[in-house]
């Protein structure tokens, strides 16, 4: 028998996102140029900037939105607009206490509040803007601020947030806005983007480009809580649906967890805290499995993608799962994965501590493993 104890940190990029060196006039893009300024590209061709500043780009502009005028934020000759293109400054998006709403073409564009200690109110707005069915929130000059939690409905696809206003504070901006994917932006800072710490965090460098989904997951995504609304992991994790979020509260859950070829986020609430306390203190205990065949404590066994992600606990008690190789007469049955064991998976795992977990042989062999 082995004993493994590791900690496991794995930062995997999502690569069922499609990455662009050029963008496809067909498909919707969003391309980052650093800071805040950001190029979108509608399915029929139109462009959008926000923000601009510091890159010239040489598509011409359909719309143009500036979230307040920083320096840094409206540098419009940056860009070049069109005889027929809308300029939205905080003037006309911010009128006499009231946020304004735009229908131009298939785009609609929404301003919402964005202000923190650095930004006034009165001067500055974040924009929603719709078009192809995707919702992009551009979230401006903001921290977290308590009108956010009116975006929890939206069913917002992508965020992009000012981490500099406080990579704690928007984390804890992104879970209430609850958006398929959280972007940081206006820094370059690889500790401020480490403390940016949602689960649905995408990171882009400067000058690249990725090409928006428009997926029914992004629009029908939940978060589901443990145990205030299920009892245990496994009930929640049966119940979530593509792209949902499972958020485990602190405490021992003596249970072993089969993600069933699911894309989903399940995670304790370290990504909020990122106190390690929070990862020691919420614990999947695989040691009462049923079936001491399937005894791994979290187990990845159905092809699962890099949208299924395991994040912030400690992985304690389990015993492995058997596994006949090779394949037909004359195998060998062997006994692997007794914390986590993974087959033709590319599950994502991260900010783990894995201990305790004990491979039992199975007949002839044991092989070890988490």
């Not at 308590?146 to 504070?169: F, K, Q, V, W």
């Not at 001491?292 to 395991?310: C, G, N, P, Y």
Request: proline residues 4%.
């Amino acid at each position: 028998m082995k004993q493994i104890v590791c900690l496991i940190i794995l930062f995997l990029s999502l690569d069922s996102l499609l990455f662009l060196d050029e963008a496809r006039a067909d498909r919707p893009t969003l391309k980052y140029n650093g800071t805040a300024f950001v190029k979108i590209k509608t399915s029929d061709g139109k462009t959008i900037y926000i923000d601009p500043y510091a890159v010239t780009e040489t598509d011409s502009a359909d719309i143009v939105l500036i979230t307040h005028e920083h320096s840094d934020h409206n540098e419009i000759t940056r860009v070049t607009q069109k005889s027929s293109c809308r300029l939205i400054r905080v003037a006309d998006a911010l009128q006499q206490g009231v946020y304004q709403s735009f229908v131009i073409g298939r785009i609609t564009i929404q301003a919402v509040p964005a202000y923190n200690t650095y930004h006034l109110k009165s001067d500055g707005v974040g924009f929603i803007v719709e078009f192809d069915g995707i919702k992009v929130y551009h979230a401006g000059g903001t921290g977290n601020i308590p009108e956010m939690a009116d975006l929890a409905g939206r069913n917002i696809s992508y965020t992009l947030l000012p981490i500099t206003a406080g990579p704690e504070a928007l984390t804890q901006a992104a879970a209430v806005i609850n958006a398929r994917h959280d972007i940081p932006i206006h820094t370059t800072d690889a500790g401020l983007i480490d403390r940016f710490t949602s689960p649905h965090k995408l990171v882009l460098a400067p000058d690249q480009t990725i090409e928006l989904t428009n997926d029914t997951a992004s629009s029908t995504a939940r978060v589901r809580r443990v145990p205030q609304e299920y009892p245990t992991i496994q009930s929640a994790v049966d119940a979530a649906q593509p792209a949902d979020t499972v958020i485990v509260s602190e405490g021992t859950y003596r249970e072993n967890i089969k993600y069933h070829g699911k894309g989903i986020v399940v995670t304790s609430k370290f990504y909020l805290t990122k106190n390690w306390q929070t990862v020691f203190q919420t614990i999947i205990d695989g040691s009462s499995a049923p079936n001491k065949d399937t005894a791994s404590t979290v187990q990845f066994l159905w092809k699962e993608d890099s949208t299924a992600v395991l994040d912030g606990f400690t992985i304690r008690g389990g015993t492995g799962t058997k596994y006949m190789f090779p394949f037909g007469t004359g195998s060998t049955a062997y006994q692997e994965g007794a914390g986590i064991v993974l087959h033709y998976s590319s599950a994502v795992i991260k900010h783990n501590f894995i201990i305790n977990n004990t491979v039992t042989p199975a007949s002839a062999g044991s092989r070890n493993g988490g």
